[in-house]
Structure formats: structure tokens, C-alpha cells
Antibody, heavy 120, light 110 residues
Framework: EVELLESGGGLVQRGGSLRLSCVAS????????MSWVRQAPGKGLEWLSA??????????SYADSVKGRFTISRDNSKNTLYLQVNSLGADDTAIYYC???????????WGQGTLVTVSS | QSVLTQPPSVSAAPGQKVTISCSGS????????VSWYQQLPGTAPKLLIY???KRPSGIPDRFSGSKSGTSATLGITGLQTGDEADYFC???????????FGGGTTLTVL
């Protein structure tokens, strides 16, 4: 059974930083692209970033809204995905989901999410 | 402002059928697979439909997907109160090089 368990969220002041983590199990982590998607309170889904599999070179991509502030990375030896989030603003308050994919344009498994709240 | 356009809400009676539309463009829906996600209240999204019209194991055949050109549609038949949720379409956008989602549609089963 695929499981994705996020951690690292919390309350942070405007301009602050956090590192989100996601431990994966139930599949060969290194073989799959992984993404982060967020959802602001009462809003829709926003794709943030993806990192390709080990065999595809671990290439990264970012949404324009977070490029230069967020950094995605992975440690295949620990089956763990990370998202370093810097220079946080009020608009970054959201639940951050760790997601398996994209694979054939699909995100097939989602973690339960970790809440990031940015205070002023 | 979402790249993919969905109606904010739909409603129907138990046992009836409903469809949810998702409109995009040639840089996303027309040239990529569309997937659909169900988000029950207070939970994470769950994959409902992938590759336009395929259902993951465990998803009942009451749920169906289709795509034509720059639009996709999710259909749900035999509506149940347990189907009340937010539904999102998603795909990849080749021009943006980003994953994209619709703004979500809230289904109410009256």
C-alpha cells in the first residue's frame, strides 16, 4: 500500500522559512517523479514543483509563483521528498501535499498534507 | 485564476446523474491526459479517473471520464450522498511546463 507522510509544517512569521518532508513507502520511491501541491484555505489545488526519478536525472521544475523561493529535493536512500520554502508570505498559508507523480500527466497518490500558516 | 475552467458547483438528486466539465486549451487538455480527483470534506484529494477515462482499482463504474478536444467531462451516475465532495480536473501544461488543475466543482446531492 502506497503511503506518503508529510511533516514540517507549522506557524511561521512572514519572511520565514520551513523545510517540509515526506516519507514514502509502498513503492520503489527512486523510480517515480514526485511533486508538491498546495491548497489554500477554501481554495483549489495549486501545483508547486516536481522532481523526476533517479533514472531521469532528478530534474526539477517549479511553478512561476514559487520559482526562486522554493526548492524541491529528494533523498532516495531515505525514501524522502523535501520542499524548502523561503521568504514566506501570507499567500503561502496552505495545506501542502506530497504527491506521487506526474506519471502520464496524473498524480496518483496524495499524502494527508501538512499545514503551513504564515503570520504577520 | 485557474488554467482549467470548471463550474463552481453542481447539484442533483440521489440516484440521478451529473456531469462536470473541465475546459482548457491546446497546451494542456488537448495534448495531454486528463485526470480527475475527488476531495471529500476534510480529506486529501484522491485519484478518481486517469488517462481521460480509466478508473483506478476500487473506484466504482458509476464514475466515468471522457475528453474531446480542449475539454473533458466527469460523469457520475446513481448519485449517493457519499458522493458529496469537491471534484478537480488536472493535467500537464506544455507551454507553462507546470501541472495545472481546475478550480474545483462542489457536488451537492440534494
Amino acid at each position: 500500500e502506497v503511503e506518503l507522510l508529510e511533516s514540517g509544517g507549522g506557524l511561521v512569521q512572514r519572511g520565514g522559512s520551513l523545510r517540509l518532508s515526506c516519507v514514502a513507502s509502498g513503492f520503489t520511491f527512486s523510480s517515480y517523479a514526485m511533486s508538491w501541491v498546495r491548497q489554500a484555505p477554501g481554495k483549489g489545488l495549486e501545483w508547486l514543483s516536481a522532481i523526476s526519478s533517479f533514472t531521469n536525472g532528478g530534474r526539477t521544475s517549479y511553478a512561476d509563483s514559487v520559482k526562486g523561493r522554493f526548492t524541491i529535493s529528494r533523498d532516495n536512500s531515505k525514501n524522502t521528498l523535501y520542499l524548502q520554502v523561503n521568504s514566506l508570505g501570507a499567500d503561502d498559508t496552505a495545506i501542502y501535499y506530497c504527491v506521487k507523480g506526474p506519471a502520464r500527466d496524473c498524480f496518483d497518490y496524495w499524502g494527508q498534507g501538512t499545514l503551513v500558516t504564515v503570520s504577520s | 485564476q485557474s488554467v482549467l475552467t470548471q463550474p463552481p458547483s453542481v447539484s442533483a438528486a440521489p440516484g440521478q446523474k451529473v456531469t462536470i466539465s473541465c475546459s482548457g486549451s491546446s497546451s494542456n487538455i488537448e495534448n495531454n491526459y486528463v485526470s480527475w480527483y475527488q476531495q471529500l470534506p476534510g480529506t486529501a484529494p484522491k485519484l478518481l479517473i486517469y488517462e481521460n477515462n480509466k478508473r483506478p482499482s476500487g473506484i466504482p463504474d458509476r464514475f466515468s471520464g471522457s475528453k474531446s478536444g480542449t475539454s473533458a467531462t466527469l460523469g457520475i451516475t446513481g448519485l449517493q450522498t457519499g458522493d458529496e465532495a469537491d471534484y478537480f480536473c488536472g493535467t500537464w501544461d506544455n507551454s507553462l511546463s507546470e501541472g495545472v488543475f481546475g478550480g474545483g466543482t462542489t457536488l451537492t446531492v440534494l
